[in-house]
């Protein structure tokens, strides 16, 4: 859910919520739709027989990388069993820095980083953790769950449909805490590594190292793809403002391909492998 700054009218007027992240407006939309790569609906690997070897098979590590974003790549169209989801090349480079500077407000490797460690260190999950904590000083966890939809209109400038959102992200704070969407800033930021080596701001070797840092952090926040996807949703949901069931589908329908990208053990032991 994209910050909105309440204005509260019967408690102590000092307290406001944090105004929104000045500037980062582009940071607040997801890279999709891609159209520099068709592939086809039969996920299976290549046709090789059992047994086979696959020369260019990933690592697990490197599995693990692309598992943390596959519901996105698959979105995309892309290839979950090559880093990144796609073969780099000059016609990819040029579109993923359109997409980049479209969505993201990234036009460099300085704007790159700048983006990374925004999401790193704020992303999403800053202001879903302040909302949450100003809406728990202003009583909202003492109300009946039925009353907090009338209590928001009556003391916040804010609609029906932003009062259900809020109402929506509380519920999330209630049964997770402020943590609850950690899951969708690191698969992000594990994505963007992808996205900026597909452009060429970082190295393959780049990518993968700043890759193997971020998902090291991340893997030690869950305790399995569920746990983590889970957290993966409810960040979208609280980003896009609807539903995540689309994503929920490609999810589940993943795990029961041949090649289900989630089949590498969540507690793989993370390492270089390049």
């Given at each position: 859910?994209?910050?909105?700054?309440?204005?509260?009218?019967?408690?102590?007027?000092?307290?406001?919520?944090?105004?929104?992240?000045?500037?980062?407006?582009?940071?607040?939309?997801?890279?999709?739709?891609?159209?520099?790569?068709?592939?086809?609906?039969?996920?299976?690997?290549?046709?090789?027989?059992?047994?086979?070897?696959?020369?260019?098979?990933?690592?697990?590590?490197?599995?693990?990388?692309?598992?943390?974003?596959?519901?996105?790549?698959?979105?995309?169209?892309?290839?979950?069993?090559?880093f990144a989801g796609l073969?780099?090349?000059?016609?990819?480079?040029?579109?993923?820095?359109?997409?980049?500077?479209?969505?993201?407000?990234?036009?460099?490797?300085?704007?790159?980083?700048?983006t990374l460690d925004w999401?790193?260190?704020?992303?999403?999950?800053?202001?879903?953790?302040?909302?949450?904590?100003?809406?728990?000083?202003?009583?909202?966890?003492?109300?009946?769950?039925?009353?907090?939809?009338?209590?928001?209109?009556?003391?916040?400038?804010?609609?029906?449909?932003?009062?259900?959102?809020?109402?929506s992200s509380y519920k999330?704070?209630?049964?997770?805490?402020?943590?609850?969407?950690?899951?969708?800033?690191?698969?992000?930021?594990?994505?963007?590594?992808?996205?900026?080596?597909?452009?060429?701001?970082?190295?393959?070797?780049?990518?993968?190292?700043?890759?193997?840092?971020?998902?090291?952090?991340?893997?030690?926040?869950?305790?399995?793809?569920?746990?983590?996807?889970?957290?993966?949703?409810?960040?979208?949901?609280?980003?896009?403002?609807?539903?995540?069931?689309?994503?929920?589908?490609?999810?589940?329908?993943?795990?029961?391909?041949?090649?289900?990208?989630?089949?590498?053990?969540?507690?793989?032991?993370?390492?270089?492998?390049?």
């Open positions: 859910m994209k910050l909105k700054k309440l204005l509260i009218l019967c408690t102590a007027a000092a307290l406001v919520l944090p105004a929104g992240l000045a500037g980062c407006g582009d940071k607040d939309s997801e890279q999709t739709g891609s159209d520099h790569s068709e592939k086809d609906g039969n996920k299976d690997v290549d046709g090789k027989e059992d047994g086979d070897k696959d020369e260019n098979a990933l690592s697990d590590t490197i599995r693990w990388f692309n598992a943390s974003y596959a519901i996105l790549t698959e979105l995309n169209g892309w290839d979950y069993n090559i073969e780099p090349n000059f016609s990819v480079q040029s579109g993923q820095k359109k997409s980049l500077e479209e969505w993201w407000g990234v036009t460099d490797r300085q704007t790159a980083d700048e999401i790193l260190e704020e992303g999403h999950r800053l202001d879903f953790a302040a909302n949450a904590s100003y809406l728990e000083e202003c009583g909202m966890g003492e109300l009946a769950e039925s009353d907090r939809l009338a209590f928001l209109l009556d003391n916040f400038d804010v609609t029906d449909e932003e009062a259900e959102g809020y109402i999330m704070y209630e049964q997770f805490g402020a943590e609850a969407i950690d899951g969708w800033d690191y698969c992000r930021a594990l994505n963007l590594m992808s996205f900026f080596y597909l452009a060429g701001y970082y190295t393959e070797e780049e990518a993968l190292d700043k890759s193997l840092e971020i998902a090291v952090t991340l893997q030690e926040k869950f305790d399995s793809w569920d746990a983590l996807v889970d957290s993966y949703l409810r960040g979208y949901e609280y980003w896009a403002e609807e539903s995540s069931d689309e994503r929920r589908e490609v999810y589940e329908d993943l795990k029961k391909r041949k090649d289900n990208p989630y089949s590498v053990d969540y507690d793989t032991a993370l390492e270089k492998t390049w």
